[in-house]
């Protein structure tokens, strides 16, 4: 008999909109993201055994005026999704923004750090940045062969990922 799964996964990391690399963002609301300070995106998944997995992605938005909301939005997730653009420097303050946000507001939840390189000629972050964060924050990680490309095979072991654990 088949079942399904509901799961509310936080996404941060990124403070462009437009640029969120791995989940099509074309059903993200901008409005939403800029107003409330969240958007939120359902991702269905089957398996081969017949059984529904829904992931309720919420794009948070760091923004001053939304941080005192932070606790509410992380209320119920089983999981966050981290972006790290290691052609922004930037980018390493932003994850460890929401690494402590995150962690100071759930119970110990999953934090995946998705890595890509947002400009191909141009590496402002190191090797040994990135496993710094990953090995002190207890991360798991998938890198994103390319901003631009679609990431089939990452995506289904993402999604596996997130299923089994």
């Known amino acids: 008999m088949s079942s399904t799964y509901k799961y509310k996964i936080l996404v941060g990391g990124t403070q462009?909109?437009?640029?969120?690399p791995f989940l099509d963002n074309s059903e993200f609301?901008?409005?939403?993201?800029?107003?409330?300070?969240?958007?939120?995106?359902?991702?269905?998944?089957?398996?081969n055994c017949g059984d529904s997995?829904?992931?309720?992605?919420?794009?948070?938005?760091?923004?001053?005026?939304?941080?005192?909301?932070?606790?509410?939005?992380?209320?119920?997730?089983?999981?966050?999704?981290?972006?790290?653009d290691i052609s922004d420097s930037k980018s390493i303050n932003d994850v460890n923004y929401w690494i402590?946000?995150?962690?100071?507001?759930?119970?110990?939840?999953?934090?995946?750090?998705?890595?890509?390189?947002?400009?191909v000629k141009q590496k402002e972050v190191l090797d040994e940045e990135i496993n710094k964060i990953i090995n002190n924050n207890d991360l798991e990680y998938f890198i994103l062969s390319s901003y631009r490309k679609k990431n089939h095979k990452e995506k289904k072991q993402f999604f596996k990922f997130l299923i089994q654990k």
């Open 29 to 47: 609301e901008e409005r939403d993201f800029i107003h409330i300070g969240i958007s939120i995106k359902p991702i269905e998944c089957m398996t």
């Open 16 to 20: 462009k909109f437009e640029k969120i």
């Open 100 to 119: 402590k946000s995150i962690r100071s507001s759930t119970n110990n939840i999953s934090i995946i750090l998705l890595i890509y390189q947002s400009n």
């Open 53 to 84: 997995y829904l992931f309720i992605f919420w794009a948070l938005n760091r923004a001053k005026r939304f941080e005192f909301m932070t606790s509410s939005f992380c209320y119920g997730a089983r999981g966050a999704l981290l972006y790290l």
